[in-house]
């Protein structure tokens, strides 16, 4: 969709649009690929079995075929555990690569679809824009985002043993909704803010900066390279101008309520102050329809959120079983490991 949209744009003469959606692209690409590496050499550090030489490691990411790779893997795993039986090592071996795709499928989301989905929305309502098949990816687009954290939320509490399994049927129900009703009207408000003025992106990117400053607060340690630790962050910051991410699986009840109080604000004031400064949008077929949206998807949202953390959020501890020691981080030292830590203990705890 993203190469049909930028062909569509550089046909038409809007170079800038086609640009821009190049650079989303390349920019979500370019990082969900550093952090594919650096899993696959950390597993091969602790796993010497079935791992990839260091030069078709690069090959591959060079290539950008690293989540092909991880998901041919991730077939041929399945395959092999169906055949052979599946014991208790293959079970969560399969789990700890299914958590890391989801989660740099959520990457991929956050920094590549919408942006993209942002870009397509400004089209439309700015300029008209607008076909039938524009529609219906994006209500795909705007399920598939919130799909992605629900998916990752269920790998990771399965992968983490400590922890309950996330249950199927209505509480997955509730939260998809809870996520669909927050984030999709925050993509819309943000829209707006830049159909106001493009000096608006000042302000998100003051909202990211805040969200990269709060990650940098906590001190997160999830990456063993510095450098890579950093852009981690810095997706954290992405992440945290759509929707509230628990960055160190503490009891965060009140940034919680904190952050869906300025969101909630947020996107509410952006359709008043279009109406404010750009009277004449009042006129258009979308502002009424937009503005009732947004009121009414932010309060069913946070009333999913309350149905969800009140009555259907699992809660007490799974089974007790060491997780995936893979990253090789010692809370001592020496030379031999007291205590390990795992990745999937250092990941975003939605």
């Given at each position: 969709?993203?190469?049909?949209?930028?062909?569509?744009?550089?046909?038409?003469?809007?170079?800038?649009?086609?640009?821009?959606?190049?650079?989303?692209?390349?920019?979500?690409?370019?990082?969900?690929?550093?952090?594919?590496?650096?899993?696959?050499?950390?597993?091969?550090?602790?796993?010497?079995?079935?791992?990839?030489?260091?030069?078709?490691?690069?090959?591959?990411?060079?290539?950008?075929?690293g989540i092909c790779i991880r998901y041919i893997q991730l077939l041929k795993k399945s395959f092999k555990a169906l055949r052979s039986g599946q014991n208790e090592q293959d079970e969560n071996e399969l789990i700890w690569l299914a958590t890391d795709l989801s989660m740099l499928r959520m990457f991929e989301m956050f920094l590549e679809s919408i942006p993209q989905l942002i870009l397509q929305t400004y089209i439309i309502l700015e300029h008209n824009h607008r076909s039938n098949l524009q529609y219906i990816s994006m209500a795909v687009s705007f399920v598939s985002i919130a799909w992605a954290t629900v998916d990752y939320r269920r790998c990771l509490r399965k992968s983490l043993t400590y922890l309950k399994e996330m249950p199927i049927g209505i509480p997955t129900a509730v939260y998809l909704s809870y996520k669909i009703f927050t984030i999709t009207p925050r993509i819309l408000s943000l829209t707006l803010f830049i159909m106001l003025s493009n000096f608006s992106i000042v302000s998100m990117a003051c909202i990211w900066l805040l969200g990269t400053i709060w990650a940098f607060l906590e001190e997160t340690s999830f990456c063993l390279s510095r450098a890579l630790e950093y852009l981690y962050r810095a997706i954290v910051g992405v992440i945290l101008i759509f929707t509230f991410f628990n960055i160190k699986g503490t009891n965060t009840k009140v940034h919680m309520t904190l952050y869906y109080i300025f969101n909630l604000c947020h996107n509410l004031s952006a359709p008043i102050l279009l109406f404010l400064l750009k009277p004449e949008s009042e006129k258009t077929d979308y502002f009424l329809p937009i503005l009732f949206f947004i009121l009414v998807s932010n309060l069913m949202g946070l009333g999913f959120l309350g149905l969800y953390y009140s009555l259907l959020h699992p809660r007490g501890h799974g089974k007790e079983k060491i997780g995936d020691e893979i990253d090789g981080m010692y809370e001592t030292g020496g030379t031999a490991p007291e205590t390990k830590t795992t990745r999937f203990e250092r990941f975003l705890q939605i």
């Open positions: 969709m993203a190469f049909y949209n930028m062909t569509t744009y550089f046909r038409s003469g809007h170079v800038t649009w086609a640009v821009l959606t190049l650079v989303f692209v390349l920019v979500g690409s370019l990082c969900i690929q550093a952090f594919s590496y650096a899993w696959f050499k950390d597993d091969s550090d602790s796993n010497k079995e079935d791992c990839l030489s260091t030069c078709h490691l690069i090959g591959i990411h060079v290539l950008q075929i």
